[in-house]
């Protein structure tokens, strides 16, 4: 992936950090049709692994150039703020989600679901809930990847102060507590029990590497990802995981892969993000840079602009897309969960959240321009 | 808009038409067929006797108005009954609510030994999502139950979740139902896919799965349909074992 030269915003990791947002908005969707077109379906790594990459990518891109211009202390505050911002974001999202499961509690009642019932029984001891969800332990199910940011962001001034003076240190670094972490299974502990479901010790790799390659790591690549070697060799590989991933959903199928690459292969570790999707996702990227070059002038096209507004206020369009599927989801089980209300709901998701979006750029811009404010910093913010 | 007028179309049309036939959710289920053997199982058939032991959570139990046992244990009872006939069988259940596949684990080899099943039937997966237990503790905690099962002479059918759409967004159990599944391929164990056959069900319109209600009447179908394929599927993966197939009518 070329850098692009100081000022100039590379408009493809809007791009696809907007398209990594909708896919993770549909997927956080249950019994939705529209499931079907998201990555995951086909392949190891889904959108969590576009996103945290381009989130490190931007983050060093962003605070990279604060820490050379206005020095460590500067750059890590404004980090330390942004980790803060999107704690709030997220425990404002715990809080709908109570909302949610609250009403659901009072007013849902089958002698068929009286196990599932149990998943409210935290609902009684809202002591520790609530303090066990202020902790990051407690984390409902589809919002464990703001809390993965949070830590991610936490731990990032020491290691972009390294990036930027030794890079290959850092880098070597992560990929060291990486290999740890397989080794001694290190992970941060959750409530009630069990671990966190996007383990910080082992997707801080990602990140880190999508910093390493915001910062001048993927000028240095470049020789190797423009190689048709690479080419080759990154399609063989999602044909590949195409082919073992449709022996999920198509049965039968399963019998046709052989019992070693069964036992070699599963599980496949979302949790500790398995060297099999880090591949799946960095094939992705290869095939991607090939086929997407950065002077694409479709890229300014107005059919990309939608992906590209939501990919550009990513904290705000994430957390927007997790009430959304919350909500849809809610929609769909009080009014109709037919294939129609599947394509309404998301479509209108999508729509709502191009249009906030839309609306964010429209007051930055608004309030850059009214006296006394300043305007923000030339990146946007990064997540 | 216009979409949502269809939604709300389908609504309509869609809404009252669940099936009260018996045979109409064996057929929505779709192909329910084992991956496996059960040997043990032929073999309990052709010495006209199968003990059959359900472990499970609260989900493999269910009690009627009257106080009745309506749940698939009960169900499966009937259902190997008439499709075994000569052959003596009983099925045993140790259900507790709030059951992890840990703690099951744990009194799976004392339970082989004592009441000696050619099967045991092992609901889990639930209580180990609500509590969020470390899919990989989950995963084995399954293989060694297949193991001492394997052990105790008994073979293991494993039943995943129930599929509960109002908790589908709450409720994360696809770690745990891909944990099962893939110890079911690698052990060589019959998995009977409750959260598969029940979304067929929604999605076909046999079942109303969104009801806020008390009543039992839909639970208690629910149940019975489980415990007929559950028996269907017993039956078929005994065949599976050639040995034994000329008893088995």
């Not at chain 1, 979006?357 to 850059?368: N, P, T």
């Not at chain 2, 009801?211 to 039956?235: F, I, P, Y």
Request: proline fraction near 5%; aromatic fraction near 12%.
């Amino acid at each position: 992936m070329p850098v692009p030269a100081p000022g100039e915003r590379d408009l493809r990791l809007d791009l696809f950090r907007g398209l990594a947002l909708w896919l993770i908005f549909l997927d956080h969707i249950p019994s939705n049709i529209l499931n079907w077109i998201t990555i995951r379906n086909y392949g190891f790594s889904d959108a969590t692994e576009i996103f945290v990459f381009i989130s490190g990518y931007t983050a060093a891109f962003v605070y990279g150039r604060a820490m050379r211009e206005r020095g460590v202390v500067v750059a890590s505050a404004r980090i330390l703020k942004r980790t803060w911002q999107i704690y709030v974001a997220h425990v404002f999202l715990f809080a709908i989600y109570m909302a949610e499961i609250s009403y659901v509690a009072a007013t849902f009642e089958n002698p068929l679901y009286g196990e599932e019932m149990g998943i409210f029984d935290f609902l009684r001891q809202p002591d520790i809930t609530l303090v066990q969800a202020l902790l990051l332990k407690f984390k409902p199910a589809n919002m464990d990847v703001l809390p993965l940011y949070i830590v991610l962001l936490a731990g990032f001034p020491p290691m972009l102060w390294i990036l930027v003076r030794a890079p290959a240190a850092a880098l070597g670094a992560s990929l060291l507590l990486y290999l740890l972490t397989w080794n001694f299974g290190w992970n941060l502990p959750a409530y009630p029990s069990g671990y966190w479901v996007f383990n910080p010790f082992a997707w801080q790799l990602l990140f880190v590497f999508g910093a390493w390659c915001g910062l001048g790591g993927a000028k240095r690549l470049a020789a190797l990802i423009e190689s048709p070697i690479t080419f080759v060799v990154a399609v063989l590989y999602l044909v590949f995981a195409c082919a073992i991933a449709l022996t999920w959903y198509i049965p039968g199928l399963d019998h046709f892969v052989p019992k070693w690459l069964e036992d070699w292969m599963y599980p496949i570790d979302k949790t500790n993000l398995d060297v099999l999707r880090f591949a799946h996702f960095m094939a992705l990227a290869v095939v991607t840079v090939r086929l997407v070059p950065q002077q694409w002038t479709f890229l300014n096209s107005l059919w990309l602009r939608p992906a590209i507004l939501c990919g550009q206020h990513s904290l705000e369009i994430f957390c927007l897309g997790v009430f959304l599927s919350f909500a849809g989801h809610f929609a769909m089980v009080e009014i109709n969960e037919g294939i129609a209300m599947q394509i309404a709901v998301s479509v209108l998701g999508i729509v709502a959240m191009v249009a906030t979006a839309a609306l964010i750029s429209w007051y930055k811009r608004v309030e850059g321009r009214s006296p006394g404010s300043r305007p923000g910093p030339p990146g946007a913010p990064t997540l | 808009m216009r979409l949502l007028a269809a939604a709300l179309a389908c609504a309509l049309i869609g809404g009252g038409a669940f099936a009260k036939d018996t045979e109409g959710c064996i057929i929505a289920a779709g192909a329910v067929t084992p991956d496996f053997a059960l040997p043990h199982v032929a073999a309990a058939i052709a010495k006209k006797r199968l003990d059959v032991v359900v472990i499970g959570s609260a989900s493999s139990e269910l009690t009627g108005p009257s106080g009745s046992n309506i749940a698939y244990p009960t169900r499966l009872a009937v259902a190997l009954g008439n499709l075994l006939p000569g052959v003596a069988v009983k099925v045993a259940t140790y259900a507790q609510a709030r059951e992890t596949a840990g703690e099951m684990e744990r009194k799976l080899s004392r339970i082989a030994v004592q009441s000696k099943p050619a099967l045991v039937v092992w609901q889990t997966g639930t209580a180990d999502a609500i509590r969020g237990v470390d899919p990989d503790d989950f995963r084995l905690a399954l293989e060694d139950g297949v193991d001492s099962l394997r052990a105790g002479g008994a073979d293991t059918v494993f039943m995943n979740m129930q599929y509960s759409p109002r908790t589908e967004t709450m409720l994360a159990v696809d770690a745990y139902g891909d944990a099962m599944r893939m110890v079911a391929l690698q052990q060589e164990v019959v998995l009977f896919d409750r959260l598969a056959i029940m979304k067929r069900w929604n999605e076909a319109g046999v079942f109303d799965l969104y009801a806020a209600t008390r009543k039992t009447d839909v639970a208690e179908q629910v149940h019975d349909c489980l415990g007929r394929l559950l028996a269907k599927v017993v039956v078929e993966a005994a065949k599976l074992t050639s040995a034994y197939k000329k008893d088995i009518p």
